[in-house]
T-cell receptor, first 109, second 113 residues
Framework: GQNIDQPTEMTATEGAIVQINCTYQ??????LFWYQQHAGEAPTFLSYNVLDGLEEKGRFSSFLSRSKGYSYLLLKELQMKDSASYLCAVMDSNYQLIWGAGTKLIIKP | NAGVTQTPKFRVLKTGQSMTLLCAQDMNHEYMYWYRQDPGMGLRLIHYSVGEGTTAKGEVPDGYNVSRLKKQNFLLGLESAAPSQTSVYFCASTWTSDTGELFFGEGSRLTVL
């Protein structure tokens, strides 16, 4: 079966750095995606990785290792507004997105 | 810049009642999706459409029907609502099948009593 695993909840301090991990087992691979979802709102696209390595976009970076079935989202200089759920999704061989349950990130002052 | 708009945003139904959720997008996207989101679970695909006049089943299609009569609209219907269909429903759209950058509506919270 297809599976995406990510921690349920994480806590970090304002101004710090946090890494949210995602491991996956899917039928084929056509890219890994990270979305941010604030409570009660829609998911919004953050990043896309299809090749191994690190993609940086401002305070957010995303890393992919296809051989290990592993990705992480790195958030630097955390701000209170970063409190949200972070969803990991993998596009399988049929170009369908398989979604993880999300990681709720709590930022404390 | 409306993007993806869902109506209604909230609805309470009794078991056995029917209803339709409407999704409208103004980005000329070909692909449209209906997902449900439940606590502790990832988004699950109900039905999707690859263009006007087409629909296809997703992971959890039972109890739902869809129609895409116009390119900009994607309707999700519940013919006989059940408590198991209590959920938050998200519509999403995008240009092509090989992009995972989806644009989501704000969600519709449905409670079935």
């Amino acid at each position: 079966g297809q599976n995406i695993d990510q921690p349920t909840e994480m806590t970090a301090t304002e101004g710090a750095i946090v890494q949210i991990n995602c491991t996956y087992q899917t039928s084929g691979f056509n890219g890994l995606f990270w979305y941010q979802q604030h409570a009660g709102e829609a998911p919004t696209f953050l990043s896309y990785n299809v090749l191994d390595g690190l993609e940086e976009k401002g305070r957010f970076s995303s890393f992919l290792s296809r051989s290990k079935g592993y990705s992480y989202l790195l958030l630097k200089e955390l701000q209170m507004k970063d409190s949200a759920s972070y969803l990991c999704a993998v596009m399988d061989s049929n170009y369908q997105l398989i979604w993880g349950a999300g990681t709720k990130l709590i930022i404390k002052p | 810049n409306a993007g993806v708009t869902q109506t209604p945003k909230f609805r309470v139904l009794k078991t056995g009642q029917s209803m339709t959720l409407l999704c409208a997008q103004d980005m000329n996207h070909e692909y449209m999706y209906w997902y449900r989101q439940d606590p502790g679970m990832g988004l699950r695909l109900i039905h999707y459409s690859v263009g006007e006049g087409t629909t296809a089943k997703g992971e959890v299609p039972d109890g739902y029907n869809v129609s895409r009569l116009k390119k900009q609209n994607f309707l999700l219907g519940l013919e006989s609502a059940a408590p198991s269909q209590t959920s938050v429903y998200f519509c999403a759209s995008t240009w092509t099948s090989d992009t995972g950058e989806l644009f989501f509506g704000e969600g519709s919270r449905l409670t079935v009593l």
